[in-house]
């Protein structure tokens, strides 16, 4: 039980989800707006794979570029890959269901967007701790 109880891994683990949040929320919300605005397709299943590939490929890219700072780019590229890929698919998978469960659809909304982000925060930040207390390594430099 004393594994769960490290605040100082807690912070550092809410920390590095938010940095994913960020990146993944820019793939899958831009996604969802461009087929929102720009077209007339509203299938989930194939507006939703799209998402996710987007929000995790620039989830990826920030937190490459964060690495950046302490290693190189080959490094940087693998550990944002490797440490996050998990997470990353979790917390999309729950702020699409989130968001089809509220909207029933994927649609940007402002009543949606609060608990779309809060669900896709708290979902992989049990996992993401885990990571760290596991392997002492964090996805953000």
Do not use: H
């Given at each position: ?15 590095n989800?938010?940095v ?20 007339n ?101």
């Amino acid at each position: 039980m004393e594994f769960w109880l490290k605040k100082d891994k807690w912070s550092r683990s809410a920390l590095n989800t938010f940095v994913c949040l960020i990146g993944c929320s820019i793939g899958d919300f831009g996604t969802i707006l461009y087929f929102q605005f720009y077209t007339n397709i509203t299938s989930i299943m194939l507006i939703m794979p799209i998402a996710i590939i987007n929000g995790i490929l620039t989830s990826i890219i920030l937190e490459t570029i964060l690495l950046l700072r302490t290693m190189p780019f080959k490094e940087a590229l693998k550990m944002a890959t490797g440490m996050s890929l998990i997470s990353m698919i979790a917390m999309e998978l729950a702020m699409n269901f989130t968001d089809i469960f509220l909207e029933g659809a994927l649609v940007l909304s402002f009543s949606s967007l609060i608990p779309v982000l809060v669900v896709g925060f708290i979902v992989p930040w049990p996992y993401n701790y885990w990571r760290l207390v596991k392997y002492n390594k964090n996805c953000c430099g």
